[in-house]
Each structure stands twice: as C-alpha cells, then as structure tokens.
C-alpha cells in the first residue's frame, strides 16, 4: 500500500520531467496597453542586497509604476537605503506577528489608496530579469490570474559537487516541473518571487500570516478559490544560494519542512476538491503538491526496496519488489531525463553521481521533520551577515 502511494508523486514527476524535454515557444506579443504596476518588496534587515536588487527593477518601470519597499523589523539601514535610491518605503514593527506574509499583508494595505492593476511581489535578495515585470504583469492582467515567473538559485563558481546537486534538485522543482505542467496549460506552485497579482486578486488574498511556506499555502488557497497561479517560463528572477552552512541549513529547513507540513495538511483536500468540481486543473495542481523533495522521494523509494527484499527473502510475496524495482526506475529515469536536458549545465555526470552522499546528508533534516519540525517562519542567514 505504501509503495503504491510512494509511485504517484514519482509518476507525476516523471509526466512532468518527459513534458518539459520539449523546447518552449518563444514568448508572444501581449495585447492591450501595459497595466498599471506597484512592484511590492518585503525586506527585513536587507541593505546589503536591496540596491542591487532596486536597480534590476527601476528600468522596467514605466510612468504610473511605483515601487513600494515594506522595512518589516528591521535594525539595520533597510528604510534609508530604499528610500535614497528612490523607492517608496512603509515601516513595520511587531514583536509577535513576524514572517513575511505580515510583511505582504501591511504592503496590500498601504497600496489600497492608490490600488495598481497588478501587483508585482519581488524578495529583497533577488534580481529581476530583463522584461520581466512587463511580462508578468501582462499575463497578469490579460488572464486575471496569478503568474509566477521562472525563479532560480545559482551557486558562486567552485562551489562543491553536493552543492551544485542541491543547485540541480532546486532547477528541477522550480524550472523543470512546472515547465512541464506549463505544457499542458496547468498551474503551477507559488515561489515567493516573481509573483504577479492582479490587484482584485491580491487585494482579497489571506496574506497575515506567519506560515514557513506562506508562498505556496496562498498558491493553494487561490488555486481553491478558482484563481489557480499560471507559469511563465519567459521571465525570470534569480537569486543566490547562502554559502555559510548555517545559512544553508536554516533555508533547507525552512522549505522542506513546510514543504512536508503542506503535503500532508493539504495535498489531499485539494486531489478531493478537483474531483467534486471536475476540474482537471485543479487535480493536476494537487499532484504536484504531493511530489516531495528529490532527496527524501529517492529514500523513501531505497528504504521500501530494502524492505520489499527483505520480505520476498523470507519467503513473502515478490509483488512489492517488483513494484519498488519499477519505482526505482521511473525515478532514476525522470531524474536522468531532467539532468539530460536541464542539469547538465550545473553539473557534470560524475558530480550527479555523488547524489548518493547528499541524499544521506538529508537524512537528519527528514528526521528534525518527524520529531522537532520547525513550524515558525525564520529568515535565512545572509552571507555578509
């Protein structure tokens, strides 16, 4: 029974792994005249970064935009440091309701006396593509939908191989999994970057909140309420990954934990939901929530193999091995096929095949999940921190 449920999200994954093999069509003309755009940045103790990340921004802005820079608890220079480069500021202090979703929360608000068209979400850390807040906030505007724009995380050059395999396991979940939904015309997960709103949409949204995932929980939330997030393989925002270890730890936890919270509080309510309503859309938005992260789908399928053996050794039935060998297999073919056509330019096949060692580096990360999961919304440590 378990391994039945352990090949779903590995069937979903490889659909979505063999969709995304095929080249993506150029972008096309978006009709009608650009909408009215507020590019909403949450920032908390971020001055390092902010001034690249506004200066990545302010050439897409055309007159009538505006950029508004939420300094959420900050005790650093956040406020002055936006506000020099020219960018709109709002403060915000509280002691208990902490988290970037409060962060949003106060910047809908503050926007709602000049609401725009469209609001653009972009995080204090990240560089926004060339043509992308246009692009975005087009899509936007003509589906009045959500658009989630292609967000990656790319490592400094000498990184290690374990890291340009976490590096790999991000392309996969951000670029190759929705790119293949895309095909299909399906909606993808929220990212917490890149995201564009229309601003009925927004404006309506459960924002205050403190959830580790609060990205993908207001994905799911807007995905019930008929508003499913579409992707947009044609703009892009990226930033870096942390290089301190303490820095990668606490992202790593942060998302998988949530991740996993979210699976399991979440996932089959909304499979449920895209039954009643008949909606293959929403179905396919369920199933790709119930995909978890690489590493813990590859133990999972290893640990009911061992079992699975075990069990046909001491003179049990052979049918859940051949059921674990089969999910072995679409696993490692989906993985091959996304690093075939995605991956390889991160890493080279010899790198890939130390995925063994990251892959029992997580262990300890599933087990804090299990036994002291983290539940409150914690900002990852910065490198010039």
């Known amino acids: 029974m378990l391994l039945c449920v352990v090949l779903i999200p590995i069937l979903v994954l490889l659909a979505q792994v063999l969709l995304a093999m095929f080249p993506v069509r150029p972008a096309s003309a978006l009709p009608g005249p650009r909408p009215r755009v507020a590019v909403l940045i949450p920032a908390h103790n971020e001055e390092a970064g902010l001034l690249a990340t506004l200066a990545s921004v302010q050439p897409q802005l055309t007159p009538g935009d ?6 959420d608890n900050c ?3 956040t406020a002055d440091v936006a506000r020099l480069a020219g960018a709109d500021v709002v403060e915000r202090s509280h002691a208990q309701l902490r988290g970037k979703g409060y962060a949003l929360d106060f910047g809908v608000q503050a926007l709602s006396a000049s609401p725009p068209d469209v609001v653009v979400i972009i995080d204090a850390d990240c560089i ?5 807040i ?5 899509l936007a505007a003509q589906h009045g939908r959500p658009v989630q724009a292609l967000y990656l995380m790319y490592l400094p050059s000498g990184s290690s191989a374990l890291k340009k395999i976490a590096e790999f396991a991000w392309l996969v979940k ?3 999994r929705p790119l293949g939904w895309f095909r299909r015309g399906w909606p993808c997960q929220l990212m917490g970057t890149g995201m564009a709103f229309p601003w009925q949409t927004i404006a309506k949204a459960s924002l205050a909140t403190g959830h580790i995932v609060e990205d993908m929980k207001l994905g799911m939330d807007l995905a019930l309420a008929g508003s499913a997030p579409m992707f947009c393989p044609h703009a892009l925002v990226y930033s870096y990954f942390p290089t301190s270890t303490e820095g990668v730890q606490s992202q790593r936890t942060r998302w ?13 309510a909304t499979l449920l939901a895209g039954l009643r309503r008949a909606s293959l859309s929403l179905f396919a938005f369920g199933l790709d929530l119930c995909v978890p992260p690489l590493a813990l789908l590859v133990l999972l399928v290893c640990g009911l193999g061992v079992l ?6 001491f003179g049990g039935p052979a049918g859940p091995l051949v059921l674990a060998v089969l999910a072995g297999a679409a696993l490692g073919a989906a993985i091959l096929m996304a690093w075939w056509r995605h991956g390889r330019a ?6 890939l095949g130390l995925a063994v060692v990251y892959v029992l580096a997580k262990i300890p990360l599933y087990f804090r999940f299990l036994f002291r999961r983290q539940v409150a919304w914690v900002r990852s440590k910065r490198d010039s921190e």
């Open 66 to 71: 505006r950029i508004l820079v939420v300094a």
């Open 308 to 313: 699975s053996l075990l069990l046909a050794l």
């Open 346 to 351: 991160v890493l080279s096949g010899k790198e």
């Open 75 to 77: 005790s650093d220079r």
């Open 256 to 268: 998988e934990h949530g991740h996993l919270s979210m699976i399991a509080s979440t996932a089959p």
């Open 134 to 138: 246009e692009r975005v906030a087009g």
């Open 128 to 132: 926004v593509g060339e043509g992308t």
């Open 174 to 176: 951000n670029k190759v």
